[in-house]
T-cell receptor
C-alpha cells in the first residue's frame, strides 16, 4: 500500500494525559498537512510542513499541540494535557507539486478523551 | 476570504437516477476547487478537481463536476447513482490567503442512494 498511513487508528485517553499520533506520507510527497474533523463538520486545517520545515500553524493549534517532521519524512502530532474538547478525528494529508499538489488523505486517528 | 457552501445536509436519490450534490464558492483569486468523498470511519478520498480549462471535470467512480463562474458553483454530478455511492461528500477550495496549499472544506452533504 503506497497511500498515506496513520497510527493509531483509534485512541482513547483520560483527560490530562498526553497523546502522540504518527503520519507516514506518500513517499515522494514533500508537503504534509494535519487537519482536525469533528462530528458533522468538514476538516479544519491545523498545520503544514514543506519537507522538515513547519511553515504554517492555525490559530486552532493551541500551545498544547505540537507537530514535528524530522528529516522531512514521517510526522508526529502531540497533544499535551488533553481536554474533552480535543476529541475528534485527526487527519493527515500529503502532496507534491509534481503531482499537481492534490492532497491525499490518510484514514485518520480518532481520539476520544474521557 | 475563501469559502465554500454546501446548502444541502442530505440528498436522497433512487438507484439508477442521476444525482447532483451542490456547492457554491467564494474566492479572492483563481478558484481551485475539489470534491472529496468520505466513507464511514475512513479518511477522505479525492474525487476530482478544477484548476483551469474545461468547465466539465471528470473524476473517479463516474463522477463529474461542472464549474460555473457566473453562478460561482461547482456541483458534483453522476448520471446513474449506485447504492455504493452512499457516503459523505465534501466540496473544498484552495485558500489563496495562505502560504500553505491548505484547502477549506464545506460542511459536507450526506448522499443516500436507495435500492
Amino acid at each position: 500500500d503506497t497511500g498515506v498511513s496513520q497510527d493509531p487508528r483509534h485512541k482513547i485517553t483520560k483527560r490530562g494525559q498526553n497523546v502522540t499520533f504518527r503520519c507516514d506520507p506518500i513517499s515522494e510527497h514533500n508537503r504534509l498537512y494535519w487537519y482536525r474533523q469533528t462530528l458533522g463538520q468538514g476538516p479544519e486545517f491545523l498545520t503544514y510542513f514543506q519537507n522538515e520545515a513547519q511553515l504554517e500553524k492555525s490559530r486552532l493549534l493551541s500551545d498544547r499541540f505540537s507537530a514535528e517532521r524530522p528529516k522531512g519524512s514521517f510526522s508526529t502530532l502531540e497533544i499535551q494535557r488533553t481536554e474533552q474538547g480535543d476529541s475528534a478525528m485527526y487527519l493527515c494529508a500529503s502532496s507534491s507539486l509534481a503531482g499537481g499538489d492534490t492532497q491525499y488523505f490518510g484514514p485518520g486517528t480518532r481520539l476520544t478523551v474521557l | 476570504a475563501q469559502s465554500v457552501a454546501q446548502p444541502e445536509d442530505q440528498v436522497n436519490v433512487a438507484e439508477g437516477n442521476p444525482l447532483t450534490v451542490k456547492c457554491t464558492y467564494s474566492v479572492s483569486g483563481n478558484p481551485y476547487l475539489f470534491w472529496y468523498v468520505q466513507y464511514p470511519n475512513r479518511g477522505l478520498q479525492f474525487l476530482l478537481k478544477y484548476i483551469t480549462g474545461d468547465n466539465l471535470v471528470k473524476g473517479s467512480y463516474g463522477f463529474e463536476a461542472e464549474f460555473n463562474k457566473s453562478q460561482t458553483s461547482f456541483h458534483l454530478k453522476k448520471p446513474s447513482a449506485l447504492v455504493s455511492d452512499s457516503a459523505l461528500y465534501f466540496c473544498a477550495v484552495r485558500d489563496w490567503g495562505s502560504s500553505a496549499s491548505k484547502i477549506i472544506f464545506g460542511s459536507g452533504t450526506r448522499l443516500s442512494i436507495r435500492p
